[in-house]
């Protein structure tokens, strides 16, 4: 999809929750929505992802509605189980003739970006009761239309829910500014880059558990004497000010060093996330050294434990790595919570295997991925081989 083979789909899996034992009795429809696949293919002539199959599952991964794209850019329209409809020699003429119309009016849905709207359904319905002509049409919405509309409309609000609880932080986030122009507004996130981190520092100083959250986490990573928000120079705008220690004068943010600029929305993330939430992060180790990448291990397992938020990162720092099984070792962070999974590439396409940590944070050797951090090892082997050896020094006895 980016620039990689965009002849291939790629999906997507969301679940809410999961069914109990007394749930498998139930028919299909009995239970509520619980969970969604989108699969998305790359449109050569707009350079868009387009929607190739919906898919709602309930609480038992049972299908309820699936949609598939079809050949002439509509889409398929199934329901499983639905409510029975009232037979045609039944109901009046303008009724059966309504009901057509507006399940035909649902099969010619096309997707507003990835989900279908159940709204376009109701739109639908009051231009087939303008097209009646009666002021007081007696036609009703079909049963099968409003379980659709249920349907979506359960599943669009997870959706939306979930998506509104993920932040994403980019692997290059932006340096920071001497100064910040501000109107005073809170931003929703921190931004992709880390941008907005400062302005939310800014709009969330007074509120004394954000507070308390971030100069703990600044001190962690060396900034013992805390930091200020300095707003004196203009009403409209900032300044961040750091101390290295108590006694230290205060200084920009800005001649703090780079590394402070990719760890603080990281900091500031979690001084605002709500529990449930969770973090999706490419590469946060760049441009940070060695020690700095194990704190920011430990900022992460706090990220977890403390503020119980679920942290997802694609990682290449050995150090990270390393510290996290560490931590695991020390009972510090429960093996349930650390999940590491390698992606292996091969010949044709990529694998994805679990790689199981141990509570000694041990990794079995039979799991231990090939080549997986190999160069160190390695490399230690090496120099030890190639150091002089002096036979002066052994006290074995050995002669």
Aim: net charge negative.
């Amino acid at each position: 999809m980016k620039g990689h083979d965009a002849s291939k789909e790629v999906s997507l899996q969301l679940r809410f929750r999961e069914g109990s034992p007394t749930d498998s009795s139930k028919p299909v429809g009995a239970l509520a929505p619980a969970g969604i696949e989108i699969a998305f293919r790359h449109d050569q002539d707009t350079g868009r992802a387009v929607l190739t199959r919906m898919r709602v599952t309930d609480a038992l991964d049972r299908v309820m509605l699936s949609r598939h794209e079809q050949a002439d850019g509509t889409y398929s329209y199934n329901i499983v189980n639905p409510p029975a409809s009232v037979p045609e020699k039944e109901a009046a003429p303008e009724t059966i003739e309504s009901a057509r119309d507006l399940m035909k009016a649902i099969r010619a849905q096309v997707p507003q970006k990835f989900l279908f709207d159940p709204n376009e359904v109701v739109a639908s319905i009051w231009r087939l009761r303008e097209r009646s002509g009666d002021s007081k049409p007696s036609w009703s919405i079909p049963d099968q239309a409003a379980y659709y509309m249920a349907i979506l409309s359960t599943v669009n609000k997870l959706t939306s829910d979930f998506l509104e609880n993920v932040a994403y932080i980019g692997p290059l986030r932006e340096p920071f500014r001497r100064h910040y122009e501000w109107g005073g507004n809170s931003p929703c996130d921190v931004g992709i880059g880390g941008s907005r981190a400062p302005e939310l520092i800014a709009a969330r100083w007074n509120d004394p558990k954000f507070q308390k959250w971030v100069l703990a986490k600044l001190a962690d990573f060396g900034f013992k004497g805390g930091l200020e928000v300095d707003r004196a120079t203009n009403l409209r705008g900032f300044r961040l000010m750091v101390k290295s220690s108590p006694k230290s004068e205060p200084a920009n943010i800005a001649d703090s060093g780079f590394g402070l600029s990719q760890v603080l929305p990281f900091i500031v993330f979690g001084g605002y996330a709500e529990a449930g939430s969770m973090l999706i992060a490419e590469q946060p180790e760049i441009h940070l050294n060695p020690k700095l990448q194990i704190r920011l291990a430990h900022l992460l397992v706090a990220l977890v434990r403390q503020r119980k938020v679920n942290v997802v990162i694609e990682t290449h720092s050995e150090h990270l790595l390393s510290e996290l099984r560490l931590l695991v070792a020390k009972h510090r962070l429960p093996p349930a919570d650390l999940g590491v999974i390698y992606v292996e590439k091969g010949t044709s396409a990529s694998s994805v295997r679990d790689v199981p940590v141990e509570p000694d944070g041990q990794v079995p050797t039979e799991a231990w991925p090939k080549g997986f951090f190999e160069e160190p090892v390695t490399q230690a082997l090496e120099l030890l081989s190639l150091a002089p050896f002096d036979q002066s020094e052994r006290s074995d006895g050995v002669g």
